[in-house]
Structures are given as C-alpha cells and as structure tokens.
C-alpha cells in the first residue's frame, strides 16, 4: 500500500495507535461529562483539554516521524518525483504542526462562542486520512483477488546425500533468480487494466477524503451553483475522460500483443523487413482519432457543466471546418489519400515500400503523412497527396535472380544438376529451409558474352529474408564449382598485332596489351608494377 519498510510500518502504527487510544478517552470523558449533565463551563474546560491533548499527540506524531512519513510520500524512485512533491514531502511535518496549532485556536475560539463541532478541525482530517488508507488498502485487496496472476511454481529437491543447509543454499540461490527476472519483467511488461483499475481507486479515494475534508472545514461541495461544485464536476468528467481513454488503449496494446505485433519497423538491408498485422498498422491512428473524440465531448461537457451555452460552438466549428476545409486543399487531399491507402492494404509497419519519392522501411503513420526509415538511416516524411504509386517489397514472397558468369566450355546440363541437389539441399537446412517458398533451380543459359556465359539461377524466399539466403547461396555455389572443376569466367581481352613489312613482330606487346586493356576500360597493373 505504501513504501515503508517493516520497521518503519510497525513504528507509524504504534504511534498512531496510542494517539488513537488517548484521544478515544479524551473525547469519551467529554461525551460522558455532557451525558451526566455537569457543569457547561467544567464541560467547556473539558473539552478544551481533551482538544489540547489531540493538538499535541498529533503534532508531537508529526515531528517525530516526519521522515518516515515522507520516505512513503516519495516512494521507491524518489529522484523520478516531481519537484513540488519532493519539497512537500521535506516540509510536509512543518505544514501539519502549523495547522495543528491553527486548528486548536479555532476550536476554542468555537467553544467559547458557543459554535458546534468543536472536534472537526483537529480529528476530523486524521480520522478521514486513516479511513481512506485502511479503505485503499481493503481496495488494493479486492483488486489483487480480481486480477490474480499465477507466478511459477519453484520445487527445490533434495540432493541425494544432501543435507537441509545444502537444500536452503539452493532454493535461496533459485529464489533470487526468479527476483531479478520478475523485476525486469515488470520493468518491460506493458500496462495491464489493474495498473489502471489501482491508479482510479486511488484517485476515488483521494477525491473522497477531499470531499469529506472540505465538509468538514464547511465547504458543501454538493451545492450546486459554486464554483467548489463546478470544479468538482469538471475534475470528476476529467477522470471519467482519463478511464475511458486509458481502458482503450490498453486494450488496442494487449490486442497488438496478442497478434505478435511491433508498432517499431527492424532494421534491414534494401528491400528487407517483414511487415506486422494490419490492426497494428492502423491502430495508432485509432488511438489519435479516440482521443481527439474523448477531448472533445469532455471539453463540450465539462464546458456545459460551467454554464457555458456550447450550441453556438457546434455552429462556429462547422463553419470553421468548412473554411479550413477550402483554406487547406492539400491537408484534405493528404487526409484521403491516406485513408485509401490504409482501406487497400497497400502497406504496414515494418514492411519495406517505394514511392518514387523515397523508399524504405514503413516506420510511423500520422493523418497526412508517412515515415519511411532508409536501409542507411536516412527518415523520409512522404505526404500522402504526393504518392503517385507504391511498391511493396515485402509481401508474400520475393524472387532472387543470380547471374553466373562460366567459361564457354561448361557443361550446362551438369550445371542444372548440381543447382538442383543444391536447392533439395538448402530447403532442408535447418536455419534457412524455412525461408524458402520454392528451391534453388537453373534457368540455364540467358545471355551469352565476348568471353562468358552468363547462367542464371533463382529461388523464391519470404520477405526480409532474401539478403541472408543470397549470401549462403552464393558461397554454397562457389564451394560446388570449385568441388565439380567449374571454372567461373573473367573478361579477357585478346590483343591481335599485325605483322611488319619483314614478317616479324617482335614489338613492345607489354604496352600493345596493356593500349588495348586500357581501350576496353580494364587497364591494370601486375604485381611486378607492369601494366596488363
């Protein structure tokens, strides 16, 4: 319920406890005094000392445990609090002890003006405080009985031979385990309606003590016409507001989890990336559009509620609307073309689209606009206005074409074969056979060179998946040729000389090769620094 240690929470309710006890008696002289009809000056003076002790015991408590009480104001994270909490929480005792004195002037200025409920001020807000604690703490009960969650069952066997300190050693050593886990699974795991459920029977409680406060200082905040009531009603639409937007969000994130999906795009080669559902796609802008309605009827009725006449509004924003509408063409013609977009399926998050403009992977959607994060990092803001066609790369499967580049001399049919066992081969490896839609196969001879053949093969791969599959394809290939005696081709340039006037041609062919190679673009150098 609070962050106190056993210590601490045993000392605070000992000091509560013995207050509680003394001014029980205190406030039960006095009843019994007025119930035996004596005096009314002796009950006065009774009732004076009986405030006078209350004064006392609830400051001397304020004092003595003000640092206990603040380590439960700030928490576990205290440095995460805001500032105005953390120096309330240092000058809290201060405050309450100035008011404690406050409240025990008032009460004797009541008593000898003969003014009721001489009690209120001094008991009044530590009565209301303790029973909206032990209220929150029955609350807190209920909803961990609601929302029970099994943890995992730990069975620490005894070793054979063992003995008991042994055993201990080890189900403290497992306990421990299980502690750090639970703590980084609650730092990672994602809101759940009991988060929510425990912060709204907080803020009931706190509305409720406030409420029961403010009476007893005299303030009704259940008289309509106000401003106390008017600023109740908003704060308690405001809340309602908090609820409902809270409960749906949650509930859009758990059903984003429950379909396996990431609201972030991976990062990838060109053309890589796998896209999520298009639920998650689309449930950002569901989220904005709630909101935006759940702001807009609390507004409408919270404004209602100040008296505030809202038909005329309804009649401004239409015109309003209308005139942004012929003010802004580009921002409507953004709106509906993304709204066509997402009716036809063309992309989700993490998928890997073209626009023209800009490609990469889909990473964030906004009413008008669309991110796209390049495969070298770059982040593209593409309107949807401007999208005149889209490519997606990431959709169902993806077709690799491989040329190979082979001597004239090769055995084309051998080729195919080995291409073939090697794709029956990869389909069955156990990383990479799930990858592949179809197997590794020949399409034989499509181009054909001054000084190669140019082999191509293909296979068909799911989306994301294809730059990792070209790289064991690639060194698969070369390993196979060079297993079969498979010579891979390289350009060559044949330097043909014409003989002199004598017949002889006993020239500089070095430079005549290397004239040649540098006319055909493949001018080089020996490792001997000669020209090739």
């Not at 005096?39 to 004092?63: D, P, Q, R, Y």
């Not at 507001?241 to 984003?256: C, M, N, P, Y």
Request: hydrophobic share 50%; charged share 20%.
């Amino acid at each position: 319920m609070v962050h106190a240690t056993d210590a601490v929470a045993e000392n605070v309710y000992r000091a509560l406890l013995i207050a509680i006890i003394v001014i029980g008696i205190a406030m039960s002289m006095c009843l019994w005094m007025e119930a035996l009809g004596l005096n009314e000056n002796a009950h006065k003076l009774g009732l004076t000392g009986a405030t006078l002790i209350s004064s006392t015991l609830f400051s001397s408590f304020v004092l003595r445990r003000r640092a206990d009480v603040a380590g439960m104001l700030l928490g576990a994270a205290r440095d995460s609090q805001a500032t105005w909490w953390r120096l309330f929480a240092r000058t809290w005792h201060g405050l309450a002890a100035v008011y404690a004195m406050a409240a025990f002037c008032v009460t004797v200025a009541r008593l000898v003006l003969d003014i009721p409920g001489v009690f209120a001020l001094v008991t009044g807000p530590v009565i209301v405080l303790l029973g909206s604690l032990s209220l929150f703490a029955v609350a807190l009960l209920v909803i961990e009985r609601t929302f029970s969650r099994k943890g995992p069952s730990v069975h620490v066997m005894q070793p054979i031979g063992g003995d008991d300190d042994e055993t201990e050693e080890i189900a403290d050593s497992v306990l421990e385990a299980m502690e750090d886990d639970e703590a980084y699974a609650l730092e990672r795991r994602h809101r759940s309606f009991k988060d929510v459920v425990e912060h709204a029977a907080a803020i009931l409680i706190t509305a409720m003590a406030a409420w029961a406060i403010f009476a007893v200082w005299g303030v009704n905040l259940a008289q309509s016409g106000t401003i106390a009531h008017a600023v109740w009603e908003v704060a308690l639409i405001v809340f309602l507001a908090w609820l409902a937007f809270e409960a749906v969000d949650i509930a859009i994130d758990k059903k984003i989890e429950d379909e396996g999906g990431d609201i972030t795009a991976a990062l990838g080669e060109e053309g890589s990336g796998g896209g999520t559902s298009r639920l998650t796609t689309l449930s950002p802008l569901f989220r904005n559009f709630l909101l935006i309605i759940i702001v807009i009827i609390a507004g409408m009725v919270a404004l209602a509620e100040l008296g505030v006449d809202i038909a005329p509004l309804f009649a401004g924003a239409g015109v309003l609307g209308l005139a942004i509408g012929f003010g802004a063409q580009s921002l409507i013609k953004d709106i509906f073309s993304g709204a066509f977009f997402l009716l036809d399926d063309a992309f989700r998050i993490g998928e890997y689209i073209d626009v023209g403009s800009g490609k990469g992977s889909f990473e964030k959607i906004s009413l008008r606009s669309m991110q796209l994060r390049h495969h070298r990092g770059a982040l593209h803001t593409i309107p949807f206005g401007e999208i005149k066609y889209l490519t997606n790369y990431s959709r169902d499967w993806v077709m690799m074409k491989l040329p190979l580049r082979v001597n004239y001399d090769t055995d084309v049919e051998k080729v195919r074969k080995l291409v073939k066992n090697l794709g029956k081969a990869l389909m069955a490896h156990p990383e990479l056979g799930h990858t592949f839609v179809q197997p590794l196969k020949s399409q034989g001879v499509s181009k054909m060179e001054g000084s190669a053949m140019i082999i191509r093969i293909k296979f068909m791969t799911k989306p994301g998946e294809q730059f990792m599959t070209r790289k064991v394809v690639y060194a698969e290939i070369h390993k196979l040729f060079e297993e079969n005696d498979i010579k891979f081709a390289h350009q060559r340039v044949t330097v043909h000389v014409d003989e002199d006037d004598t017949g002889s041609t006993a020239i500089d062919r070095p430079a005549v090769a290397a004239a040649g190679a540098q006319a055909v673009g493949l001018a080089g150098a020996r490792p001997d620094g000669k020209p090739v």
